[in-house]
């Protein structure tokens, strides 16, 4: 059975760095691509950052495009989720579950328990 541990969360003032962590088992890592979710207090889970399995392709939601960097390390079975200039919208729990492609629409196993991330001077 799939499980996901995200890690790397806090409370980071407007315009700071953070990176989040998803460490991954129980299933064959290289084979899937990774995608990072958030969910905002009083929000629907949306989806932030997805990489392919081998790295080459990274897609991002427009929100977060040029301050976001996703990346992996299929030897750790793991996924990163770099974040710059943050900003209070950015504020949620932020998930990684796997998916078949960074086009694909459903993730593919249950949750983790999320990382927090408040943005707030």
């Known amino acids: 059975q799939a499980h996901f541990v995200e890690s790397g969360g806090g409370l980071v003032q407007p315009g700071g760095s953070l990176r989040l962590s998803c460490e991954a088992s129980?299933?064959?890592?290289?084979?899937?691509?990774m995608r990072w979710y958030r969910q905002a207090p009083g929000k629907e889970r949306e989806v932030v950052a997805s990489i392919s399995q081998e790295g080459r392709i990274t897609r991002y939601t427009d929100s977060v495009k040029g301050r976001f960097t996703i990346s992996r390390d299929n030897v750790k079975r793991s996924a990163y989720l770099q974040m710059r200039s943050l900003k209070p919208e950015d504020t949620a729990v932020y998930y990684c579950?796997?998916?078949?492609?960074?086009?694909?629409?459903?993730?593919?196993?249950?949750w983790g328990k999320g990382t927090l991330l408040t943005v707030s001077s």
């Open positions: 579950n796997a998916v078949e492609t960074t086009l694909a629409t459903t993730p593919l196993h249950d």
């Open positions: 129980g299933f064959t890592f290289s084979r899937y691509a």
